[in-house]
């Protein structure tokens, strides 16, 4: 049985060190983009922090991607292993955790108020939730309107309807003093997924800013 000469095995496994070797080091850093979750109550809304190093120490900028927010820069970045945390003064909120030693994966709680989060980040995107409006989004239409009442005072409407018309739906009218997001046909209110066991259904769902608070008409 001929066997292969002893260097041609030596070159093959400084080969296999030497491919694996820039892989550890370029791993071995905070730096780059960090993808986690918050569940709050039936709502999961997905945060990314982007995190850049330079001679100064350490920045970053986050995404809160279900509420339509990108690259808010925040307040303070921190980091000197294993303990990671940034911080964002105009939302009020601090997140500290703890970084593995392969560099993968943020274990953490964010603090909002008196609120406490457990957030795990980690390398890869998170998809979507069911409810979230990116998903709602390929499956609904929304309008902005005013309804005219009886004495002519009109309210501020969002209507957010089923794309499939081929079949009769029911509807759920939300009417609150508490801002219905006048964001404009593009930007759905990421509180659609308190009512996903309605949208699962296909309800057109409407919501109402009540006479005189925020952008309707007429005296509260």
Do not use: C
């Amino acid at each position: 049985m001929k066997t292969k000469p002893l260097y041609l095995n030596v070159f093959a496994l400084l080969l296999g060190i030497l491919y694996f070797i820039p892989v550890s080091i370029r791993a071995q850093t905070i730096e780059g983009d960090w993808y986690g979750k918050a569940e709050i109550g039936e709502i999961t809304l997905r945060l990314t922090i982007h995190v850049r190093a330079d001679d100064k120490g350490y920045s970053s900028t986050w995404d809160s991607p279900d509420q339509g927010a990108f690259g808010l820069a925040s307040t303070a970045t921190s980091f000197t292993y294993p303990d990671f945390s940034f911080s964002h003064a105009g939302a009020g909120f601090k997140y500290t955790g703890k970084v593995n030693a392969s560099y993968t994966e943020i274990a953490g709680k964010l603090e909002q108020g008196g609120t406490k989060l457990d957030i795990t980040f980690g390398r890869e995107p998170i998809a979507a939730a069911p409810g979230s409006p990116e998903v709602l989004k390929q499956l609904y239409d929304k309008k902005e309107v005013y309804i005219t009442m009886r004495d002519g005072v009109r309210l501020f409407t969002s209507v957010y309807a089923p794309k499939n018309n081929k079949v009769k739906h029911p509807i759920l009218l939300n009417r609150t003093p508490y801002n219905i997001e006048p964001g404009g046909p593009d930007n759905f209110n990421f509180f659609m997924q308190l009512y996903s066991r309605y949208t699962e259904e296909e309800y057109i769902m409407v919501f109402q800013d009540v006479r005189g608070k925020y952008m309707s008409e007429g005296q509260f």
